[in-house]
């Protein structure tokens, strides 16, 4: 008798644990759309005690996926350890193909352009593969993006030198910043690992970022590319605030909210 109670129990307990951790999933896209949720918020939402929302946040932040604060929890600021890039270009890759088709049609004949390193710019030189626009020159500090682009007979490259950062592929640093002082660009097309509408878009690395930072003053328009996994998340050093983005491509799960508030600020938003 003993052992069928224990058998009952275990088939009552099954159910409520999956559901918990279904729960909390639903917690996580929520954050990732919003940067925060409350303790009211998840009650409200899934029709449990405040106890169990609770716990659940709770629960979030011992794996790591949240920061608790008084009344919920927000994202964590720090981003998660960096892939390689080869890892990166396989995750949202549809999204990436669509936000680098659509940066590419910005493309004219004869303009200077930018490319930083970033998964999403690996898919727009990708896309200047395929179909690439007349006599234009391309500065880039990233090796996967010169490879792509080294054997086009329609592009000039421009490829600045520096210490390399194995996870990017990418070279930064004094020499590389020297080097950027003396270009002028059209058009900078900047990749971000987070952007946050009230602090801006950032970067794992300091090195990086103030070479970003370099190349946006350096370029008479510039246009971030980032699809929506990107949006509400702050990583370590950040590249610049939003006064000099001219245009941000994303795909179409990106925060109604923060598109609206990028809107407003004269931003071009355009979602794929």
Same mark, same amino acid.
Do not use: W
């Given at each position: 008798?003993?052992?069928?109670?224990?058998?009952?129990?275990?088939?009552?307990?099954?159910?409520?644990?999956?559901?918990?951790?279904?729960?909390?999933?639903?917690?996580?896209?929520?954050?990732?759309?919003?940067?925060?949720?409350?303790?009211?918020?998840?009650?409200?939402?899934?029709?449990?005690?405040?106890?169990?929302?609770?716990?659940?946040?709770?629960?979030?932040?011992?794996?790591?996926?949240?920061?608790?604060?008084?009344?919920?929890?927000?994202?964590?600021?720090?981003?998660?350890?960096?892939?390689?890039?080869?890892?990166?270009?396989?995750?949202?890759?549809?999204?990436?193909?669509?936000?680098?088709?659509?940066?590419?049609?910005?493309?004219?004949?004869?303009? =200077? +352009? &930018?490319?930083?390193?970033? #998964?999403?710019?690996?898919? @727009? %030189?990708?896309?200047? /593969?395929?179909?690439?626009?007349?006599?234009? =020159? +391309? &500065?880039?500090?990233?090796? #996967?993006?010169?490879?792509? @682009? %080294?054997?086009?007979? /329609?592009?000039?490259?421009?490829?600045?030198?520096?210490?390399?950062?194995?996870?990017?592929?990418?070279?930064?640093?004094?020499?590389?910043?020297?080097?950027?002082?003396?270009?002028?660009?059209?058009?900078?097309?900047?990749?971000?690992?987070?952007?946050?509408?009230?602090?801006?878009?950032?970067?794992?690395?300091?090195?990086?970022?103030?070479?970003?930072?370099?190349?946006?003053?350096?370029?008479?328009?510039?246009?971030?590319?980032?699809?929506?996994?990107?949006?509400?998340?702050?990583?370590?050093?950040?590249?610049?605030?939003?006064?000099?983005?001219?245009?941000?491509?994303?795909?179409?799960?990106?925060?109604?909210?923060?598109?609206?508030?990028?809107?407003?600020?004269?931003?071009?938003?355009?979602?794929?």
């Amino acid at each position: 008798m003993g052992d069928q109670n224990t058998i009952i129990d275990m088939a009552k307990t099954k159910p409520v644990r999956l559901l918990g951790e279904e729960r909390r999933r639903e917690i996580l896209k929520t954050l990732v759309q919003n940067g925060r949720i409350t303790v009211e918020e998840v009650v409200r939402r899934f029709d449990v005690s405040a106890a169990t929302a609770r716990a659940d946040l709770d629960a979030l932040q011992e794996s790591g996926e949240l920061i608790r604060s008084h009344g919920g929890g927000i994202r964590p600021l720090a981003a998660n350890p960096e892939h390689p890039l080869k890892v990166r270009e396989g995750i949202h890759h549809s999204e990436k193909v669509r936000i680098a088709q659509a940066a590419a049609q910005l493309i004219r004949p004869l303009q =200077t +352009v &930018i490319v930083c390193t970033g #998964s999403t710019s690996a898919e @727009l %030189a990708t896309q200047l /593969q395929n179909d690439c626009p007349a006599n234009i =020159t +391309v &500065i880039t500090y990233a090796l #996967s993006i010169a490879m792509r @682009l %080294a054997d086009i007979p /329609q592009v000039s490259l421009i490829m600045l030198g520096g210490f390399l950062r194995n996870p990017s592929t990418a070279l930064v640093g004094p020499h590389a910043e020297h080097m950027m002082q003396s270009l002028h660009a059209d058009h900078c097309f900047m990749s971000a690992v987070g952007l946050d509408p009230d602090i801006g878009i950032t970067t794992l690395d300091i090195m990086e970022a103030h070479l970003n930072r370099r190349m946006i003053e350096s370029a008479a328009e510039v246009t971030v590319l980032a699809d929506s996994s990107k949006f509400g998340h702050r990583s370590l050093s950040v590249i610049s605030d939003f006064r000099p983005i001219h245009r941000v491509i994303t795909d179409d799960k990106a925060p109604r909210t923060t598109v609206e508030k990028l809107r407003a600020r004269g931003i071009e938003v355009v979602l794929t």
